[in-house]
């Protein structure tokens, strides 16, 4: 098991109209990898871009890009956002039908799986196919829009995923969006949580490494 921890900004919350510099910036200030919300206005309330504008951002990018499917049938898109550069490719187990299948597809197209969990959506669902990904993604807001309040019991699932990995030997991420900052990263870093989602407290502050390094401390 991993013992190191990882920053994620998500770009949801960066100024697109300045967007490479953005990805720039929250680099030179330490990051450790890219979180990019892939959203249809279908399976949630916005759009976002699709596997274009992921190119682009991957030919700027120096950190892995942890792509985020928040759509409908996200099974006929894996292959062309695979291509346009997602190194973790998550699908939310809500939008799939055959989630092994999906999971397992992504790994034959060279990207890590990850599976994401709303708010409502116990981990347990997932007990069967939790060998076979790279990380699972529990969303501590209901996903579509960022800024919003965390979740706060969540930390159930947290720790059960944490649990369960300990008890059975594997070795997948766990990775948390939605509300993070400083007064809950310590705290879920405690719970097992290896991945955290930032988007507003990070790109809603004056000093994007400062920040960066203040929530390093606290974990």
Not at 43 to 62: A, H, L
Not at 108 to 116: D, H, N, R, W, Y
């Amino acid at each position: 098991m991993k013992n190191n921890k990882l920053i994620a900004p998500s770009l949801l919350s960066c100024d697109f109209t300045h967007l490479a510099d953005e990805i720039m910036a929250v680099e030179n200030a330490g990051c450790d990898m890219l979180h990019l919300d892939i959203m249809d206005g279908h399976f949630v309330p916005n759009m976002t871009f699709g596997p274009f504008i992921v190119s682009q951002i991957k030919r700027v990018s120096k950190v892995p890009l942890d792509v985020h499917l928040m759509i409908e049938a996200p099974d006929m898109w894996l292959e062309r956002y695979v291509e346009a550069g997602a190194d973790y490719l998550c699908v939310h187990q809500e939008s799939v039908v055959h989630l092994n299948r999906v999971v397992n597809r992504i790994t034959e197209l060279g990207a890590k799986p990850a599976v994401a969990l709303n708010p409502a959506t116990p981990p347990q669902v997932l007990e069967y196919v939790l060998e076979f990904v790279d990380m699972v993604l529990v969303m501590s807001v209901n996903p579509g829009f960022g800024g919003q309040k965390y979740i706060s019991n969540i930390i159930k699932k947290v720790e059960w995923l944490a649990r369960f990995r300990e008890e059975n030997g594997l070795n997948f991420l766990i990775e948390v969006d939605g509300g993070i900052n400083r007064t809950n990263i310590g705290m879920l870093s405690k719970k097992g949580v290896d991945v955290f989602v930032a988007g507003s407290a990070i790109f809603s502050s004056d000093d994007y490494k400062k920040t960066i390094e203040e929530f390093r401390e606290l974990l």
